[in-house]
């Protein structure tokens, strides 16, 4: 599917730039909410067009109305439906961030034959077959800004992998992918596992022995040049937890830092053990 405002096509194109439909109007009304526990923004749309013909191919189904979008900062790039007149739709936590660009549009659901809307231009002779996907209407491109970065726990963009190849209480890390890969040894891996579903006692112990030195290589590989990895997924939420939490790649002390990254772990496990001590004795 072709966007663009200087693309021809062989059938009349109801657009604000274009006279091949005349007297017709698209006018759209974009608004868009930041919900700040979750970072999940949620875009509103109101669209009113004047054409007969494919105000009732609309309402008939045979065309929908939505728009492209376009997010430089997170990559984000899709051609969503919404409702008409009115829609809403909520995109993943993260998913838009910074300059977002949203070309609003209505193209066919449906196969249409004999397309020949009311009050096309002269040079459009005849009636014409429409393709499922075929542009009917473009308006003007509009711009938002969201301005929340979404910061996700810092665990979700670890994985943890067992290993045959490793000695008994090694572990190894790997940052070339998506997510930060840290492999142990097939034991350790069953250990881990059965704490993490315990208690939090034993999930923030796991925090503790496992994320503190990854966290802190991985801090350490990034200083040393964050461009090698910025086509791997797991660096913008990296980098946006750094931002949040006040870590400095120029400046980086790998203990205090790791430390932040995680919610000061350490003091977490004291007061879960406290709390714990303090309930058996009840």
Same mark, same amino acid.
Do not use: Y
């Given at each position: 599917m072709k966007i663009s405002e200087r693309t021809s096509y062989p059938y009349p194109l109801l657009a604000p730039?274009?006279?091949?439909?005349?007297?017709?109007?698209?006018?759209?009304?974009?608004n868009f909410r930041e919900a700040k526990?979750?970072?999940?923004?949620?875009?509103?749309?109101?669209?009113?067009?004047?054409?007969?013909?494919?105000?009732?191919?609309?309402?008939?189904?045979?065309?929908?109305?939505?728009?492209?979008?376009?997010?430089?900062?997170?990559?984000?790039?899709r051609l969503q439906q919404f409702g008409f007149p009115k829609g809403t739709h909520s995109f993943a936590p993260g998913a838009l961030l910074g300059r977002v660009q949203l070309r609003p549009m209505i193209w066919a659901a449906e196969a249409i034959n004999s397309y020949s809307p009311v009050g096309k231009?002269?040079?459009?002779?005849?009636?014409?077959? !429409? @393709? $499922?996907?075929?542009?009917? +209407?473009?308006?003007? =491109?509009?711009? !938002? @800004? $969201?301005?929340?970065?979404? +910061?996700?726990?810092? =665990?979700?963009?670890?994985?943890?992998?067992?290993?045959?190849?490793?000695e008994e209480g090694e572990f190894e890390i790997d940052t070339m992918s998506d997510r930060i890969?840290?492999?142990?040894?097939e034991k350790a891996f069953e250990l881990i596992q059965a704490l993490r579903q315990t208690d939090d006692v034993s999930r923030v112990a796991v925090m503790n022995s496992l994320y503190v030195p990854t966290i802190m290589e991985v801090l350490s590989q990034l200083a040393s040049g964050s461009e090698e990895f910025n086509h791997y997924r797991w660096v913008e939420p990296f980098l946006s937890r750094c931002e949040a939490v006040g870590v400095d790649l120029n400046n980086l002390d790998l203990m205090t830092d790791s430390q932040k990254l995680l919610g000061q772990p350490f003091l977490s496990l004291k007061l879960l053990v406290d709390d714990a001590l303090t309930g058996s004795t009840k």
């Open positions: 730039w274009s006279d091949d439909i005349l007297p017709a109007n698209i006018t759209t009304h974009i526990e979750t970072g999940q923004v949620t875009v509103h749309c109101e669209v009113t067009i004047d054409q007969p013909d494919i105000l009732k191919l609309l309402n008939e189904g045979a065309a929908v109305f939505g728009c492209f979008i376009k997010c430089t900062e997170t990559g984000f790039r231009h002269l040079e459009f002779n005849g009636d014409v077959n !429409i @393709d $499922v996907g075929n542009i009917l +209407v473009m308006d003007h =491109e509009k711009v !938002i @800004d $969201v301005m929340q970065a979404f +910061v996700s726990s810092i =665990e979700s963009i670890f994985e943890i992998e067992a290993s045959s190849s490793l890969t840290i492999r142990v040894d």
